[in-house]
Nanobody, 115 residues
Framework: QVQLVESGGGLVQPGGSLRLSCAAS?????IAWYRQAPGKESEWVAKITTVGSTNYADYADFVKDRFTISRLNAKNTMFLQMNSLKPEDTAVYYC?????????WGQGTQVTVSS
């Protein structure tokens, strides 16, 4: 079993920033962020994979150069720094990871970008 707990969402104006956190109950690798906007399908946002002591990040095209994914391996915590936020970034953001072939999801954190 893996518990994932997201935090850090909220209301922000366009152009603003938020930092999401995802705390895992045990070590998982890789770990990713997805988001789901109202009336839309879930979409992958970013993923971080740790190989040895190096973290490798991958991003969806629509967040490249705006979002940065990182992790504190020793604390099983992942972050998503979101800058230059746009109204279309409004969604519930979820962190997810697989362990021994079983997917785990957090409860999600709401991000609303609006003036």
């Amino acid at each position: 079993q893996v518990q994932l707990v997201e935090s850090g969402g909220g209301l922000v104006q366009p152009g603003g920033s938020l930092r999401l956190s995802c705390a895992a109950s045990r070590s998982v690798n890789p770990i990713a962020w997805y988001r789901q906007a109202p009336g839309k399908e879930s979409e992958w946002v970013a993923k971080i994979t740790t190989v040895g002591s190096t973290n490798y990040a991958d991003y969806a095209d629509f967040v490249k150069d705006r979002f940065t994914i990182s992790r504190l391996n020793a604390k099983n915590t992942m972050f998503l720094q979101m800058n230059s936020l746009k109204p279309e970034d409004t969604a519930v953001y979820y962190c997810t990871a697989n362990r021994i072939g079983t997917p785990y999801w957090g409860q999600g954190t709401q991000v609303t970008v609006s003036s």
